[in-house]
């Protein structure tokens, strides 16, 4: 069983396939399903013959709005069909929508199936997907004992956990880096296919925090009309501004999200 909280500060899918709509979803399930097969093989001979069952938690709208604000959905309906295409590719792969859970619904949907699937027999090999904030390291210690891998993730890291770790580097884009101790956000690591010919580029851009973006989206309420002011919340204060380096080492500096404009340097 694989447990995954989709959120863009744990673990969110590479844009070839959440930009995609329902194909995206489907080339999503086929891809992971693969990957977890190659992982699985070496610890078990009937490995090909094991039921598959993924479970993705996530708040749809809230991730809808982080990806409509950086250009790279239209709107929640596409997201929508791309979370379809995913569940219906597969018998065993289901997307739930938790919505915005007063008690962190993925969170706590996460830690729930912890503690059922790890109890229950049937289950041979359990993958998870999250972050510290949702499953706590004294979590892990009330679980009975069950091979449990975990996802690598920098936030777990300094938590030493004896469980062994993976990466789908296929499937999932590379984790936010970790806040530093002083609170100051730190380069975020990403890719993103761009240019026409679909190749994949390597994006450097700050981390934002959640107060940062709902400043800029309250400025752009309070101001209205095409004011590029401080108060005016203008929409290039909704982009982020990136770095982006190519297959061939070309450069573009700008900024994400419809509005933005970028500059290629050769």
Known sequence: MVLIEADPDGFMFLDKYTTKGSKGGEALADELSARLR????????????LDLLVRVYANLEGMANAMVREGKVRNLGQLRAFATGFCARVPGFDWIDV?????GGAGRKIRENLTLSTSHLQCRHLLLATTPGSVPAT?????????????????????????PTT????????PPLPRSRNGRPQLQLA???????????????????????????????????????????????????????GPDNTVSVGRDGPNGRKRILN
């Open 167 to 174: 990466t789908l580097p296929s499937v999932f884009l590379a």
């Open 38 to 49: 190659e992982y699985l093989r070496p610890l078990y001979d009937d490995a090909d013959k």
């Open 99 to 103: 919505g915005v859970g007063k008690e």
């Open 139 to 163: 979590f892990f210690s009330s679980l009975p004992t069950a091979p449990l891998t975990i996802l690598d993730h920098p936030s777990f890291k300094a938590l030493a956990l004896p469980n």
């Open 191 to 245: 890719s993103k296919e761009e240019g026409r010919d679909g190749s994949t580029w390597l994006v450097i851009r700050p981390e934002r925090s959640r107060s940062q973006g709902a400043g800029s989206r309250s400025g752009s309420r309070r101001g209205g009309g095409r004011g590029g002011g401080r108060g005016g919340g203008s929409d290039d204060e909704d982009s982020a501004l990136s770095i982006s380096i």
